[in-house]
Each structure stands twice: as C-alpha cells, then as structure tokens.
C-alpha cells in the first residue's frame, strides 16, 4: 500500500489523499486549497492522478477544504463513487452548490468591475458542475465496513461538524487510518470524537498542534461582546462557517437572550447554506448534544434572511442588531457586503469564532491590519475587531493528544499533516514526547510505501 500526499501539508487546505494498493486507487478527500494566491492557484492544475483511473473517493466530511475540488475532479473525468457518511452527503450537496453559484457570481462580478487581470475572469466551477457530482454521493453508516476491491474501509464520527468522520482503510492484514478534522471533547454542540480503533499507519490533522484553547467561559465572552455592541448602538457582525459555527452561535445566541443575559436585539442568519444546514443538523440528533426543544429555539430565535435583495435591505438598516453570515475567514459570502457597510463604525463590532487560515481576510484582521481588499476596493475597518476562541471546531494539541491515548497500540508511522508548518512541526515534537512514536512530516507530492 502507498499513501501521496496531494495537499494539505504545510497548510490547513486542500486536504487530498492518494491510496494505492494493488489495482485499487482511491481519494481520501478531494479539498480546495483556499487563503494565500499560490496556494489558490493550486485549484486550477491538474490532479497528480488521472481522475477516471480512480476507483473511488471517500470523504471525511463536508467542509470545503475536504470537498470543494469534487466538482473539477467529476469534470475532469472521474466517475466512480463517492462515498461518504449520510450527513456529509446532505452537506456537500449544499456547500458544492453554494460555492458553484459564488464562484459564478465573484467571476461575474470581477468582469464587471474589472479587478481581474483575467479577461475575461472564469469560475474555478460552476453550479452545474457542482450538481454533476450529487448522483456519485453514496452515504455509508458509520461503523460498517464496505468494500473498494480489496480494500475495507469504515467510518467513525469525530465530532467536528456533522457527518464528520476519520476512516480506516484495511488490506492484507494492516491498516491506515485518516482522522479527518478532529472535534472537541467538551464542544457545546458536537459530541465528543469516538476513539480510534488500533491501526499501523495514521494521517492525523494538527490544525492547533501548537496552541491550547483559552478555557474561559465561552458564553459570557460572547455575552460581553453583544452587551457592549448593541449598548454602543452597534450592529455585531459574526462571520461563520455555514456548517458547525453557524448553529453553534445560534445555540449560543438563543440560550443567552433566553436567560435574558444579552439585549433582545434581533438575531439574522443571512446564509441560505446555513439555514438549510439548520434543518439538517435538527434532523441528526444522534450526532449532536442539542434535545430537540433546544433545537427548535435555535432555529426560532434567529430571522432567517435567504434572498439577495433581504440581505441588501439589512446592510441598509442602522438599527443595532446582530447579523451571522458566512464565511468564516472574510473568504466570500455576504459577511463582506455587511462588513463594507458597517466596517468604517467604530460602534460596530466583527466577532472572528473560528480558525484564520494564513492570507485570509480574517487572518490579516488578527495580524494588525485596518484595511481590507474587498471587491477591488480598499475597506477602512475601524469597528471593534474581537475573537471568540472556545468556539473552535478543532481539537487543540492536547485534547487530540487525550484522544490518541485511548489506542490499544501504537500504530507504526504517524504522519502529521493539515496545519500550518509551526503547528505541524510542534505537534511532531509533543506526540514523540508524549508517546515515542515515529511521527513524520510528509512532503507535498511526496509519496510512500506503507507495506
């Protein structure tokens, strides 16, 4: 068996996974490479693998950087399944679609303006791209194993978001386990992440492989926040994931005016990804902490904003408030039409909840910056910037270090990937301290030979 690394090292994005083993190929994960250009760029070449000669894809979850490459790869030939847990298969269909259409729009909207040096500038893909890979989509339950060839594989969940899920591959008597983006123990929302089953090879993710999470109380920083913005007369923009930190905030939202702890300020969700999510996350009660009571709050606190022209109209609207739209790293998405808009009001205040990938928007906001690039403009921001860390979907190093400590051995290798190399490279160190295992840190493009 061989494993290439086709993304994800050295950087949180892009997340493609190469296994070969005898006449079987197969993609673990097919992600898109998002924040810094070169990195960006990356989109646009070719696979290191003849698509059609893969038998298979499987996915670990839905979020972009995991999945956002299907449309290009289902273009470019490949015709196989894609298999998936239940819930990412309802996510991916979202997310892909709703990427087609921005993808569209940001390409329409650059030859209008003409801010691209692209002429005329295209889309990395479209909806209908998007929609060809919904009939290739096939859920399998977590912890039975089906076959690809001679390969067995099975799903696990692992908190994160829902669906999400670390896979075990299994041939000739030895085995390679992928974790996929590891959840918290002790996430608001999520369930904890089911331990791993005994395995030789593991790829794991090291998204915080440097950092613990702040252990302060989540829900009255959030609370804090929202009393000093509305008190100011300031509208809270929150920036959020569509799928997790979405309905986190919206939990959060809600309980807090329940308890009458923050003003009864409206609350919009201005993402029709998110609120289709919404329903989706009531729907998969087994995976989440929420009783349906709770979700059912959550979804009626919030005014749900799903047209263009009802987004506009609250961009308008001076009246304080709090908007959560996406994406969570100021990448796309109507966050920036809002943040253009109240942005220049030092009432106003943006709340950063999630992981700032290197040469994002959100990234450049931590790093000190006071003017962002948006839609070929220069945006002065001078509303109060805050950031909300115990809402991350990701294990810090230690937590991931806890969860690896249930493994009934140790697998042979270890290879670090999925994080910036700081982060990489620490959690390197931390699990050879912690365990005196062999942990490696693969090369992009680099490929090797399990057994």
């Known amino acids: 068996m061989k494993v290439q690394?086709?993304?994800?090292?050295?950087?949180?994005?892009?997340?493609?996974?190469?296994?070969?083993?005898?006449?079987?190929?197969?993609?673990?994960?097919?992600?898109?490479?998002?924040g810094v250009k070169r990195l960006r760029e990356r989109n646009w070449e070719a696979l290191a693998?003849?698509?059609?000669?893969?038998?298979?894809?499987?996915?670990?979850?839905?979020?972009?950087?995991?999945?956002?490459?299907?449309?290009?790869?289902v273009k470019a030939g490949f015709k196989g399944p894609i298999y998936c847990s239940a819930a990412t298969r309802e996510l991916v269909k979202i997310l892909l679609l709703d990427s087609g259409n921005l993808q569209e729009a940001d390409a329409e909207r650059a030859n209008r303006y003409?801010?691209?040096?692209?002429?005329?500038?295209?889309?990395?893909?479209?909806?209908?791209?998007?929609?060809?890979?919904?009939?290739?989509?096939?859920?399998?339950?977590?912890?039975e194993s089906f076959r690809v060839g001679r390969l067995a594989i099975s799903l696990k969940p692992v908190g994160h978001i829902l669906g999400a899920s670390s896979i075990r591959i299994s041939a000739a008597g030895r085995s390679l386990t992928f974790t996929g983006d590891v959840g918290r123990p002790h996430d608001p929302i999520m369930k904890a992440p089911e331990p791993l089953d005994e395995t030789d090879f593991l790829v794991i993710e090291s998204t915080y492989g440097d950092r613990l999470h702040e252990q302060a109380d989540t829900s009255e920083q959030l609370a804090e926040i929202a009393r000093a913005t509305l008190s100011r007369g300031g509208t809270l923009m929150i920036p959020a994931f569509a799928v997790g930190r979405a309905q986190s905030m919206m939990h959060l939202l809600a309980s807090l005016q329940k308890k009458h702890e923050i003003p009864r300020a409206q609350i919009f969700l201005d993402s029709p990804m998110a609120i289709d999510v919404s329903d989706i996350f009531c729907d998969h009660a087994a995976e989440h902490r929420l009783s349906n009571l709770q979700c059912r709050e959550m979804c009626q606190a919030v005014n749900y904003v799903r047209d263009v022209e009802g987004s506009k109209k609250l961009s308008q609207d001076p009246r304080p408030k709090i908007i959560i739209a996406g994406a969570g790293m100021l990448s796309g998405g109507r966050i920036l039409h809002h943040l253009l808009a109240f942005g220049g009001d030092h009432r106003n205040t943006l709340l950063l909840a999630g992981y700032q990938a290197e040469g994002t928007r959100g990234r450049a906001l931590l790093d000190g910056k006071k003017t962002l690039r948006i839609y070929?403009?220069?945006?002065?921001?001078?509303?109060h910037t805050?950031?909300?860390?115990?809402?991350?979907?990701?294990?810090?190093?230690?937590?991931?270090?806890?969860?690896?400590?249930?493994?009934?051995?140790?697998?042979?290798?270890?290879?670090?990937?999925?994080?910036?190399?700081?982060?990489?490279?620490?959690?390197?160190?931390?699990?050879?301290?912690k365990f005196g295992w062999n942990v490696e840190l693969p090369e992009d493009q680099g490929e090797l030979t399990l057994f």
């Open 114 to 143: 003409g801010y691209s040096k692209h002429r005329p500038a295209l889309p990395l893909y479209t909806a209908q791209d998007a929609e060809d890979v919904f009939p290739l989509l096939e859920a399998k339950p977590f912890h």
């Open 5 to 34: 690394f086709l993304g994800a090292t050295g950087t949180v994005t892009g997340s493609r996974y190469l296994v070969s083993h005898e006449e079987n190929q197969i993609l673990i994960d097919c992600g898109l490479f998002q």
């Open 386 to 433: 805050e950031v909300l860390h115990g809402l991350s979907g990701h294990a810090d190093y230690q937590e991931l270090g806890n969860w690896l400590s249930s493994l009934p051995r140790a697998p042979s290798r270890v290879f670090v990937t999925h994080g910036e190399q700081g982060a990489s490279a620490s959690f390197q160190q931390y699990l050879r301290a």
């Open 49 to 73: 693998v003849t698509p059609s000669k893969l038998n298979a894809v499987v996915l670990t979850h839905a979020h972009l950087d995991h999945s956002g490459y299907l449309p290009r790869l």
């Open 376 to 383: 070929g403009q220069d945006a002065n921001i001078n509303c």
